[in-house]
Each structure stands twice: as structure tokens, then as C-alpha cells.
């Protein structure tokens, strides 16, 4: 069966990366100059090929680090000295923009590990349920469709599940490096190298939270009743948990290469005076609440087959109904939140070749209320989540939140892209879904993907103060 399995696995990497070849030499042919954010980051890596590698180089307009342009050197010039192709040639726009989708094969790869560790291989058919999760992520359109421009989404994502993959065979130090490669890409993911510290927590506190339990059990202590109980006494353990030297030592001896990697940050943050390097008016950080509505909303659109259902709705209005009253203060609150947090970016009022454009100019901005009613639909679409990550532990699933919020909250521009990494975690971490839904959710991604490069590609325009072509993404 294993035998099987790896035969699978080759099979649908090389016809994922043959298509992805073809989709690379139609956007290779009609896109022959930079686009979009591709106007900063290609001639920057040409200034890296050609060797200036100084301050004065920079361009002012990135905000993120030289990740991507160092590894890129890396990669192409290697081609120059051992094939003798010309300078010219190995620091193109075409070969450049060819290495993330080299970084588009790790990411593959990366996924079918991580589901093979994740998920339990007790079954004959999860061997087809690992392979089409990992094509289905592989393809995810979000992120699919930056495989074939030079920006840093696909490295971003390399780095940051192949630091994940080496935290859970418990490779602690190279996961921190790795986890520090991530940030070289996009400085949020130093919040996913926080985010398998927090693994490693959740991991010791789950340990001794059922120790705990199995004492109670055999003390026939009386459980203690009330909506908000577990809660509580989680909150109580954790409290408890921290008091002690013991385990503090236990966690610090556990987690001090991302220690070091924090600190690293924190001292990063402080000589730069912030997060962003480069251009800082246009990525100022505030407490954008609604960016966790807008990730749920996400969230349930592209993973529907597995959030949405009959059934899932009506234990949702039957748990409704039972806990009216909690559910009304959850809906004030969030209700609250939309009205005082709610921020739009000049960005996303002013770019029409964005997705999210049209998105809010159609939906958000159609009337002043709607942004209200919208809030029932993303606690439905909270709940539902938090729901298909009840395999996992209460303290694994706490965490994964705090870092959700961490890297979605301070961003004050609606963008797709920024909730690329967190998806792909949560979809790594649900139960691994019956065959005919995973077939319904690639389906699904592929003619989004089919529509996407279509329109990118043919349905050009240009603005009427500019001969430049101009295209819609995401």
C-alpha cells in the first residue's frame, strides 16, 4: 500500500508541475515586464544577481526583507558558472520568476509530509484522502496563482511549513532556522515560528491537563456545570501551570531556539524602529478586529464542502437557541467590534485590478448596514471552524488563534494574500475529509483557478491616464 501511495504521490507532482510549466510559458508570453509589486522586487534580485549587494542599492518602496532576492541569487547564479549562460540570461525576468515555482514543488512535497505526520495512517483509503488533500492545497488558488509571479508568497510558504514540518519530528533547532528563513521572506511569519514554540506549550500542557483530569476521575470529584465551566477551569489550569519553576524550565529547555529567534525579532523591531523596512506610509498597524471575520469568511468559501452543510447549520441554530443569551452578547460585542475597528485602506478604495476592490465596493459599500448584517454570518462561520478543530487539543486550538489574530488583526489593508499561511495550517490540521468531499473542494479550486488565469490574461484594460496594460487579481 505504501508502494502505492508513493506511486500516487509522483503521479499527481508531475502533473501538477507539467501544468504548472504550461500555465509558467502563457504567463511568460504575455506578461514580458514586470507587474504590479514585480516593479520593485525584479530589479532589486538584478541588482543582488549583478552583485551590489549595498544599502544604497535598496529600494525604498519594499517593505520585506531580501529573503526572496538572496535565494534567488542562490538558484540562478549557480546556472551561470557551471552551464556558462550569460549573465543577461540567468537574471531574467523568466528565470527569476521560475524560482517560486521551484518553491511551488517544495511546497507540494512539504504538504504531503506534513499530512502524513498530521494525520493518523490507519485506514487503507487515507493514502488517497493525503494525496488529494496535498493537490488540493497545492493548488489553492490564493496561493497557486502567485507561483507565477516574482513575489515572495511561494518561499514565504516554503519556509514557514517546512520550519512546521521539522517542529513536529521535534528538530527544534533547524525549525527555528528555518523559522527565521520565513521571516527573511515576510517579517508576520516570525508569528508561525512562534506558532510551533506554542505547538511544543500546547503539546506539554495537553499532557498534563489529562493527568490532571485522570485525578479528578479517580478522586470522583463532582464536574463542575455551567456555560462557561471548561473555560474556566482551563483558564485555572494554565494559571496553575505557569506558577511552577518546574515547568517553565521544562518549556524554556524545549522552546529556547525560538526563544532566541524572538528575541532576534524583538531586537530587529527596535534598531529598524518598527516591522516594515522601507516604505511605512502605506503599512501602519492598527487593531483591525473585523480582519478575523474577514479570515473566517475566507475560510468557509474555500473550504465549504467541509464548513457547510445542512446538518452543520441546523446544530448551529439549535446551539443558538439553547445559548441565546451568550449568543447575544457575542453578537453585540461583534457588532461593536465592526462599527469602532473597522478600517478601510486607501488601497483598497483606490486599486481596481484587485479582487477585494470589487469585493467591497459591491458588497461593503452597497449600503452603510450591511457590514452589520454580515456579523451573524461570521460567527456561523467562526463556530464552524472552531467546530472542525475539535480533533485537536483546547491548548493547540488556543494558540492557533492567538496567532491568527497576531497576523491578521494589525494589518489595516484587506488582502487575500495575508491569509494565505493561516488557511493552509488550519486545512493541514482538520480531520481529513471523506474522498467525494475532498473531489468536490478541487473541483472547485480548479475552476477558480481556470477563471482566475483566464481573466488575468485576457480580459486586459487600461487606466485613461496610462498606455499600460493592466490586469485583475487577486
Not at 477585494?356 to 448596514?369: A, D, G, I, S
Not at 488582502?415 to 474522498?435: A, T
Amino acid at each position: 500500500m505504501a508502494q502505492l501511495e508513493g506511486y500516487y504521490f509522483s503521479a499527481a507532482l508531475s502533473c501538477t508541475f507539467l501544468v504548472s510549466c504550461l500555465l509558467f510559458s502563457a504567463f511568460s508570453r504575455a506578461l514580458r515586464e514586470p507587474y504590479m509589486d514585480e516593479i520593485f522586487h525584479l530589479p532589486q534580485a538584478q541588482r543582488y544577481c549583478e552583485g551590489r549587494f549595498s544599502l544604497s542599492q535598496w529600494d525604498p518602496m519594499i517593505t520585506t526583507l531580501p529573503g526572496l532576492y538572496l535565494v534567488s541569487v542562490g538558484v540562478v547564479k549557480p546556472a551561470s558558472w557551471f552551464l556558462g549562460w550569460s549573465e543577461h540570461a540567468v537574471c531574467s525576468i523568466g528565470m527569476l520568476r521560475f524560482v517560486n515555482l521551484l518553491f511551488s514543488v517544495g511546497n507540494f512535497y512539504l504538504l504531503y509530509l506534513l499530512f502524513r505526520k498530521i494525520q493518523p495512517r490507519n485506514k487503507a483509503s487515507s493514502s488517497i484522502q493525503r494525496i488529494l488533500s496535498t493537490l488540493t492545497l497545492a493548488v489553492f488558488p490564493t496561493l497557486y496563482f502567485f507561483n507565477f509571479l516574482y513575489y515572495t508568497e511561494a518561499g514565504s510558504v516554503f519556509f514557514t511549513l517546512f520550519a512546521y514540518l521539522m517542529c513536529l519530528y521535534g528538530n527544534h533547532r533547524t525549525s527555528a532556522l528555518l523559522g527565521f528563513c520565513g521571516f527573511m521572506f515576510r517579517q508576520t511569519n516570525i508569528i508561525w515560528a512562534a506558532f510551533c514554540a506554542g505547538h511544543i506549550i500546547a503539546q506539554k500542557c495537553s499532557e498534563a491537563w489529562k493527568t490532571e483530569l485522570q485525578k479528578k476521575k479517580e478522586e470522583r470529584l463532582p464536574p463542575i456545570k455551567g456555560p462557561l465551566s471548561e473555560l474556566r477551569r482551563v483558564l485555572h489550569f494554565l494559571l496553575v501551570y505557569a506558577m511552577s519553576l518546574k515547568n517553565l524550565r521544562m518549556l524554556f529547555l524545549l522552546t529556547w531556539p525560538y526563544m532566541l529567534l524572538l528575541m532576534a525579532f524583538v531586537a530587529f523591531v527596535v534598531v529598524n524602529g518598527g516591522i516594515v523596512v522601507g516604505d511605512r506610509s502605506s503599512h501602519e498597524a492598527c487593531l483591525h478586529l473585523p480582519q478575523l471575520f474577514y479570515f473566517f469568511s475566507f475560510t468557509a468559501l474555500f473550504s465549504f464542502p467541509h464548513l457547510l452543510s445542512p446538518t452543520k447549520v441546523k446544530t448551529f441554530l439549535s446551539l443558538v437557541w439553547k445559548r441565546r443569551v451568550q449568543f447575544s452578547v457575542v453578537l453585540l460585542v461583534s457588532v461593536f467590534l465592526v462599527w469602532k475597528f473597522t478600517y478601510v485602506h486607501k488601497y483598497l478604495l483606490a486599486d481596481n485590478r484587485h479582487y477585494t476592490f470589487y469585493l467591497w465596493k459591491r458588497v461593503f459599500q452597497r449600503h452603510e448596514v450591511v457590514k452589520y448584517l454580515l456579523v451573524p454570518a461570521y460567527i456561523f462561520a467562526g463556530w464552524a471552524i472552531a467546530d472542525s478543530l475539535k480533533s485537536k487539543s483546547v491548548f493547540w486550538t488556543l494558540m492557533f488563534f492567538v496567532c491568527l489574530v497576531a497576523s491578521t488583526v494589525p494589518q489595516k489593508l484587506l488582502e487575500f494574500r495575508y491569509f494565505i499561511v493561516p488557511y493552509i495550517i488550519y486545512r493541514l490540521n482538520i480531520p481529513l475529509p471523506p474522498i467525494s468531499r475532498l473531489v468536490c473542494e478541487l473541483g472547485c479550486y480548479t475552476v477558480v483557478n481556470f477563471v482566475t488565469f483566464y481573466i488575468f490574461l485576457n480580459r486586459t484594460f487600461q487606466w485613461p491616464n496610462s498606455q499600460d496594460i493592466q490586469r485583475f487579481m487577486w
